[in-house]
């Protein structure tokens, strides 16, 4: 897995590549927390290139979003993502969003 973490206004875009998983689920989580401690904006999920995720990932995204609230914004999932966070009921649990300008632009209207 890798991430890379940008600026985007008020919020944060988190893009997460490759497996996630049981070994590298933690660095997940601490990139979330951080985003969310240092902006007081949206933090911003891209899991379009996502191509393994496990029930670690499952709970890190439900941990993280029962910490910070409408604030976490998985956006642009990737076949894996889509099909996952649907079997599991996330995508109806919390909000999923199509593209990350979506999120970005539900998180502050006008920064799309």
């Known amino acids: 897995m890798s991430l890379s973490v940008r600026e985007a ?6 893009a997460v590549r490759g497996e996630v998983d049981l070994d590298n689920a933690g ?18 999920l891209d899991l379009s290139e996502v191509t393994f995720a496990d029930s670690t990932t499952v709970n890190v995204v439900l941990r993280c979003y029962g910490a910070i609230g409408a604030r976490l914004r998985p956006a642009a999932l990737s076949a894996y993502m889509d099909r ?26 006008g920064q799309g």
């Not at 206004?9 to 988190?14: A, D, E, L």
């Not at 660095?27 to 911003?44: C, H, K, M, Y």
Request: proline residues 6%; charged residues 15%; aromatic residues 2%.
């Open 84 to 109: 996952l966070l649907g079997i599991t009921g996330v995508s109806q649990a919390l909000p999923v969003y199509g593209t990350v300008a979506e999120a970005l632009e539900a998180a502050d209207p």
């Open 27 to 44: 660095q997940l989580d601490e990139a979330i927390t951080s985003a969310a401690r240092a902006r007081p904006g949206a933090v911003v």
């Open 9 to 14: 206004g008020r919020s944060t875009v988190i």
